[in-house]
């Protein structure tokens, strides 16, 4: 299938790419992540999976990056601890934007590299991103990433490729202290 794969990060982003293509898909990039915070963690995120799309001749595209619209849409869940109902909002946003794009460009169907974190609810992701895939009549690839050892395979992956790797999530409230 023709895949438009929402990205994160490239520590997340290059494991699910080499997955999905050793699955006999067609991958193009999407990284749309107007949530990660300050702008200078969101360049050094889209530069390392720039560096790794074009070393490895994958297609990526870049969503805009307008971070006080996230803010407004998260409005009144600052508080929320994480996996919750912000970051439901959050996963939602991101992957609505990604299947739209996935319509409109034509493509079989969508996926995303967010279930390779083990601090995140696959299943939560999962049940949007299949709902997202019926309302716009496309395929959603629910497969929990971080499973049979992906999380660590991605770990050793991102060794290797010397990726730049956060050690939070990515917007403001998710900043460890
Ligand atoms: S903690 Fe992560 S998933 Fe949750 S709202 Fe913040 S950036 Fe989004």
Redesign the pocket.
């Known amino acids: 299938m023709k895949i438009l794969l929402h990205d994160c990060c490239a520590p997340c982003g290059a494991f699910v790419v080499q997955e999905l293509i050793k699955n006999g898909h067609e991958v193009m990039v999407y990284f749309y992540n107007l949530?990660?915070f300050p702008e200078d963690e969101y360049k050094s995120r889209l530069s390392e999976m720039e560096r790794y799309c074009k070393k490895n001749n994958i297609p990526l595209i870049v969503g805009q990056y307008v971070h006080n619209e996230w803010l407004e849409s998260?409005r009144g869940?600052e508080n929320?601890s994480?996996?919750?109902q912000?970051?439901e909002?959050?996963?939602l946003q991101r992957l609505n934007e990604t299947a739209q794009k996935a319509m409109e460009e034509k493509f079989d169907g969508f996926a995303t590299t967010?279930t390779i974190s083990p601090h995140?609810p696959a299943e939560v992701i999962n049940k949007i991103g299949r709902e997202l895939a019926e309302f716009y009549g496309l395929k959603f690839i629910d497969t929990v990433w971080r499973k049979a050892d992906g999380f660590k395979k991605s770990c050793a992956l991102s060794a290797k490729e010397n990726f730049h790797r956060q050690n939070?999530?990515?917007?403001e409230?998710?900043v460890r202290k």
Request: one cysteine or more; proline letters at 0%; aromatic letters at 14%.
């Open positions: 949530n990660i998260v869940l929320e994480e996996g919750g912000r970051c909002k959050c996963f967010l995140k939070y999530c990515g917007c409230f998710s």
